[in-house]
């Protein structure tokens, strides 16, 4: 019995390792899938041929850059989640006011030819832009087209680079160790997933800043996506956000699937404590953020689920006081994901496990009703971005959500988290 319980250990141990893409039920649900035709919908399929991706997707090649980026950065900083917010009061205030251009853009000037000297000297109008508006965008520089430039770009900014929220369990490649630059989800397998808006954040933890970089625009598509939080908070229902903000939102983010437990038939039972105890180990050995266990059945198929703890939908932003929603329900929800999305192709690496969904903090099903209007508030607010080589997005990332378009051909976008 020893023996078969060390196993297991170890077993979890190794699957715990691809299991968390970002924070985001409880007691037993059915897919989204499942939900909707049993609503009389259908879901729409895009059944895709298997796809293969790179070496780096799988991990190989990663060791060496992980490890030069933990030699150069700290951990992301913990997320402030702040004071209560008066909810109706804050929303009236955005209603109210008139709010300034999302994003703004910040183009070379033509008779600038060294590029390091205009960043220097134009640090304080960039940074102030960017405080102001929640993103810039810059356009039209050649020197952050490759990492060392896009690294000297930031530095001059006097931004400090930290390790991506999820750099403790690998679910993002790193592109440059060296340079601190993260890829921004390129892999070939995912070309087809609409990444919805979200804030990088894994509940524990938050960057305050990002810069997003192209390095090679794809041949068609994968627009880069932003949305303005303080948009979205003046724009969903009152109703709806007095709700959720009341509720708090429970995100899964997760699913270690465990299918041998059927096997075991009236020793199920006896099992389930002991299974649940040791994935709660093995996981809480290989992750730096917060998750609870909890037993489901998926598609009929005994699964374990990683929780983050409940969270509200809207906070202050810790700079500027500023209320702003918060809330990553846009990418993590089954619902609005399948019906986004379909039938994707088999994919690789940590993405494999991430399984996210969101509920309401006790557990409860948010209304689809809700769901959709999300979505429809997100959708208006998105403003793609199309970038080219060496064009930069600065984001505050307590303030501006991101997402990313399908795609065709190769993208080479890439990242850098700031503290």
Same mark, same amino acid.
């Given at each position: 019995?020893?023996?078969?319980?060390?196993?297991?250990?170890?077993?979890?141990?190794?699957?715990?390792?691809?299991?968390?893409?970002?924070?985001?039920? +409880?007691? &037993?649900?059915?897919?989204?899938?499942?939900?909707?035709?049993?609503?009389?919908?259908?879901?729409?399929?895009?059944?895709?041929? !298997?796809?293969?991706?790179?070496?780096?997707?799988?991990?190989?090649?990663?060791?060496?850059?992980?490890?030069?980026?933990?030699?150069?950065?700290?951990?992301?900083?913990?997320?402030?989640?702040?004071?209560?917010?008066?909810?109706?009061?804050?929303?009236?205030?955005?209603?109210?006011?008139? +709010?300034?251009?999302?994003? *703004?853009?910040?183009?070379?000037?033509?008779?600038?030819?060294?590029?390091? !000297?205009?960043?220097?000297?134009?640090?304080?109008?960039?940074?102030?832009?960017?405080?102001?508006?929640?993103?810039?965008?810059?356009?039209? #520089?050649? *020197?952050?087209?490759?990492?060392?430039? #896009?690294?000297?770009?930031?530095?001059?900014?006097?931004?400090?680079?930290?390790?991506?929220? &999820?750099?403790?369990?690998?679910?993002?490649?790193?592109?440059?160790?060296?340079?601190?630059?993260?890829?921004?989800?390129?892999?070939?397998?995912?070309?087809?997933?609409?990444?919805?808006?979200?804030?990088?954040?894994?509940?524990?933890?938050?960057?305050?800043?990002?810069?997003?970089?192209?390095?090679?625009?794809?041949?068609?598509?994968?627009?880069?996506? @932003?949305?303005?939080?303080?948009?979205?908070?003046?724009?969903?229902?009152?109703?709806? +956000?007095?709700?959720?903000?009341?509720?708090?939102?429970?995100?899964?983010?997760?699913?270690?699937?465990?299918?041998?437990?059927?096997?075991?038939?009236?020793?199920?039972?006896?099992?389930?404590?002991?299974?649940?105890?040791?994935?709660?180990?093995?996981?809480?050995?290989?992750?730096?953020?917060?998750?609870?266990?909890?037993?489901?059945?998926?598609?009929?198929?005994?699964?374990?689920?990683?929780?983050?703890?409940?969270?509200?939908?809207?906070?202050?932003?810790?700079?500027?006081?500023?209320? *702003?929603?918060?809330?990553?329900?846009?990418?993590?929800?089954?619902?609005?994901?399948?019906?986004?999305?379909?039938? +994707?192709?088999?994919?690789?690496?940590?993405?494999?496990?991430?399984?996210?969904?969101?509920?309401?903090?006790?557990?409860? !099903?948010?209304?689809?009703?809700? @769901?959709?209007?999300?979505?429809?508030?997100?959708?208006?607010?998105?403003?793609?971005?199309?970038?080219?080589?060496?064009?930069?997005?600065?984001?505050?990332?307590?303030?501006?959500?991101?997402?990313?378009?399908? #795609?065709?051909?190769?993208?080479?976008? !890439?990242?850098?988290?700031?503290?």
């Amino acid at each position: 019995m020893a023996k078969l319980t060390a196993a297991l250990f170890l077993s979890l141990c190794a699957h715990s390792a691809y299991a968390f893409l970002a924070p985001s039920s +409880l007691p &037993l649900r059915a897919t989204a899938r499942a939900a909707a035709v049993s609503r009389g919908r259908m879901l729409p399929v895009m059944q895709e041929a !298997a796809v293969k991706d790179r070496a780096q997707d799988v991990g190989e090649g990663q060791a060496s850059e992980r490890k030069a980026a933990e030699s150069l950065m700290q951990q992301c900083p913990e997320t402030i989640w702040g004071p209560t917010v008066d909810i109706e009061a804050e929303q009236q205030k955005l209603k109210d006011a008139e +709010l300034p251009e999302f994003p *703004t853009y910040v183009h070379k000037p033509a008779d600038v030819t060294d590029e390091a !000297a205009y960043f220097a000297e134009n640090k304080d109008m960039l940074l102030q832009k960017l405080q102001d508006h929640g993103a810039v965008v810059l356009k039209g #520089f050649s *020197t952050t087209g490759e990492p060392e430039g #896009f690294e000297s770009m930031w530095k001059t900014l006097g931004m400090e680079a930290c390790l991506d929220p &999820l750099h403790s369990v690998a679910g993002r490649p790193v592109v440059s160790g060296k340079n601190a630059v993260y890829e921004a989800v390129n892999k070939p397998s995912r070309a087809k997933f609409f990444v919805g808006m979200h804030n990088e954040m894994v509940g524990k933890r938050t960057v305050r800043k990002a810069a997003f970089v192209c390095f090679k625009q794809a041949e068609k598509g994968g627009e880069f996506l @932003l949305t303005d939080g303080r948009r979205m908070l003046r724009d969903v229902e009152t109703a709806v +956000l007095k709700r959720w903000y009341d509720s708090k939102i429970r995100f899964s983010s997760a699913e270690l699937p465990m299918s041998f437990m059927d096997s075991l038939g009236p020793l199920q039972s006896v099992a389930e404590p002991a299974v649940k105890a040791l994935t709660q180990v093995a996981v809480d050995m290989k992750v730096d953020f917060d998750v609870e266990m909890f037993w489901n059945r998926v598609d009929g198929q005994r699964v374990i689920q990683a929780h983050a703890p409940p969270q509200p939908p809207v906070i202050l932003h810790p700079d500027t006081g500023l209320a *702003t929603w918060f809330c990553n329900v846009h990418s993590h929800s089954l619902v609005l994901r399948d019906e986004r999305d379909g039938v +994707l192709p088999e994919t690789t690496g940590a993405s494999r496990l991430n399984k996210s969904d969101c509920l309401f903090g006790d557990g409860s !099903a948010i209304p689809l009703d809700d @769901l959709k209007h999300i979505d429809e508030v997100t959708r208006k607010n998105i403003v793609p971005v199309l970038m080219e080589k060496g064009d930069v997005c600065l984001i505050d990332n307590y303030r501006a959500m991101h997402g990313r378009d399908v #795609f065709e051909g190769t993208r080479k976008h !890439a990242v850098t988290w700031f503290k």
